[in-house]
């Protein structure tokens, strides 16, 4: 149940007349009174004699009792309370209860006040109701009305539970400001798909993504073809931006120009330039440059390598830090769904918007410390587009694998700080991730099958015996996989590199829990490869056998897994 408090207005007989008239687009059916602050109180909708005018004499007669001097010029007050698309028909019956309960909680009329606001509630769909309400008591005094937005919401989940509703996450006014009614109809009578204000968002979010300066921030919003105008100070500085759809008029024929801030709270020019610049003994100074780029397999590598070590911050930092890994995370999935192929473009920019809602909350992020994640989104931007395909399509899968873990870490922290909306968000960017993440690893990992199942009984025994030796509890469920001649291929491979599997299995397992994933043998393909340094494309790494060329060792791998195996193993026949 979602409750929404509309601007507050000068014109009662207005807003009677569009909650018993038709609708923008013939949308109102049978609009009728289902309660108000007094039971008989003239229908228009269903009595014949009653008349709008009779109705709006009626609300507003405390207004009209006090001098003109003290009548307030927004005396005005609408609600509109609409029910889930999963939520069934509710009765007449049930709307007025509820409306009467919205009433009570917001202070418009607390129970048992008989001198409280005038109100009614109009019912014009099956989903939802609108109440209105005049703002001056019977007695001549003002109502109380701090905070009714929050109240709403507080009795709109109390409604929920009562009434067996579908329940909606609780909200802390960090979500970026929902489009008008006006805004959505607009859009319906161009034909869009979503408002300008959608659009622009969106626009905004993937120029900042990555952006190294403020000047490329600006460049891309021109690139984008988006209309620009900064506010700039005296001195030259500039102050704030707003931006505008060339194709977005008002009735004048003019841009309609939004602030950053009104696309999004993180969006003005202030809390952009907080990613730029880093806090060290109280002195905020310039990143340093990033690093160079050679190629989306490159870039998409070090996305994923960012990804762990933000993994490993949000299992053991500070709040502040864990938010700034959060909203650097968002950055980076605004490049991938820029630069990604056809196959997994859709999801990613589904996942990309889902999860711009799990990046903000009230623990406000400590930037600096997110330089990593900021630098992949930046290589991500500038390496171009990914075929898809080879190794810039092998490595999206390998870095779909680490995000979706990364995703499901930050749902997981959300939840247990009660971030509701923000859980619920990067839920669903995760299940988008998984989509993404099917659609590019279908190919790599089924040449990496055909290999495996290729490979002779006696290799495949051996590798067996290391998942049991390493790994005893999942080996049962490993190997029973679908995915597992695909990494028995990875295994065989990481020893043709001189890596012991045994060892580096335990230490890949030991990296992040894994009997939660879906197909464990598909992550530990990934982070095998990822941590030897093997080509995530199994063609690629077929070439570079050829040729003579090995894998380059991880840094950070230890003596046993560096090891060399000199002793006598088994050979394919």
């Known amino acids: 149940m979602i409750p ?28 009728h009174l289902v309660a108000a602050f007094d039971p008989l109180t003239p229908d228009p909708g269903r009595d014949p004699q009653a008349t709008y005018g009779h109705l709006q004499r009626l609300l507003d007669q405390p207004v009209n009792t006090l001098p003109a001097g003290r009548r307030p010029k927004k005396h005005v007050w609408h609600l509109s ?71 709403a919401q507080a009795e709109a989940r109390s409604i929920e539970a009562d009434y067996g509703l579908h329940r909606v996450s609780p909200g802390d006014s960090t979500a970026a400001k929902r489009p008008t009614s006006a805004e959505r109809h607009k859009a319906d009578r161009h034909g869009r798909q979503r408002t300008p204000r959608e659009e622009l968002r969106e626009a905004v979010r993937r120029s900042v993504a990555g952006a190294a300066s403020e000047e490329e ?21 500039t102050l704030g931006y707003t931006v505008a759809l060339p194709d977005d008029r008002n009735a004048k024929g003019e841009p309609v120009f939004y602030s950053g801030s009104k696309l999004a709270p993180d969006l003005s020019l202030p809390r952009i330039r907080e990613r730029w610049t880093k806090t060290s003994d109280n002195t905020s100074q310039q990143q340093p440059p990033p690093p160079s780029v050679t190629g989306p397999a490159s870039a998409r590598r070090r996305a994923t390598t960012a990804a762990w070590q933000a993994l490993l911050v949000i299992d053991h930092s500070d709040d502040d830090v864990i938010a700034a890994q959060i909203a650097a995370t968002g950055e980076v999935l605004d490049a991938l769904a820029q630069t990604s192929a056809a196959r997994t473009r859709n999801e990613l920019q589904a996942a990309a918007t889902s999860f711009e809602r799990a990046s903000r909350s009230h623990i406000r992020a400590a930037r600096g410390h997110d330089s990593a994640l900021r630098r992949a989104a930046l290589d991500l931007v500038r390496s171009g587009p990914a075929l898809g395909r080879g190794e810039d399509g092998a490595t999206t899968a390998m870095a779909l694998d680490m995000l979706f873990f990364l995703i499901t870490a930050t749902a997981h922290w959300h939840a247990k700080k009660q971030h509701a909306q923000q859980a619920e968000a990067a839920h669903r960017a995760a299940e988008h991730l998984r989509a993404a993440y099917q659609a590019a690893a279908t190919q790599p990992l089924a040449l990496l099958h055909h290999r495996g ?79 030897t340094n093997l080509p995530a494309d199994p063609q690629n790494a077929q070439g570079q056998r050829a040729t003579g060329k090995h894998a380059v060792a991880s840094p950070g791998r230890t003596a046993q897994t560096g090891t060399r195996l000199a002793n006598a193993s088994p050979r394919r026949r």
Request: with cysteine.
């Open 81 to 151: 309370v609409r029910a889930s698309p999963e939520d069934p028909i509710l009765s007449d019956d049930d709307w007025a209860a509820i409306a009467r309960r919205m009433v009570a909680a917001t202070g418009i009329a607390p129970d048992g006040d008989d001198a409280a606001c005038r109100w009614a509630a109009v019912r014009h769909a099956d989903d939802h109701i609108h109440i209105i309400a005049t703002l001056v008591r019977d007695d001549g005094r003002r109502p109380r009305l701090h905070n009714e937005a929050r109240r």
């Open 453 to 531: 199942a290729r490979l002779a009984p006696s290799w495949q025994r051996h590798h067996a015996t290391a998942v049991h030796q390493a790994l005893p509890e999942l080996a049962g469920r490993i190997l029973a996989e679908p995915g597992w001649p695909a990494l028995a291929a990875t295994l065989a491979e990481t020893q043709s590199a001189g890596y012991d599997p045994t060892p580096l299995l335990t230490q890949a397992v030991a990296q992040r829990e894994l009997d939660t994933a879906e197909r464990m043998s598909d992550v530990l393909v990934w982070r095998l490869r990822r941590m």
């Open 4 to 31: 929404r408090i509309h601007k507050r207005g000068s014109a009662t007989i207005g807003l009677i007349r569009y909650l018993y008239g038709p609708g923008t687009h013939e949308e109102h059916t049978d609009p």
């Open 217 to 237: 921030f600006f460049d891309r919003l021109a690139a984008a073809g988006l209309l620009i105008r900064r506010r700039i100070a005296p001195s030259g500085d």
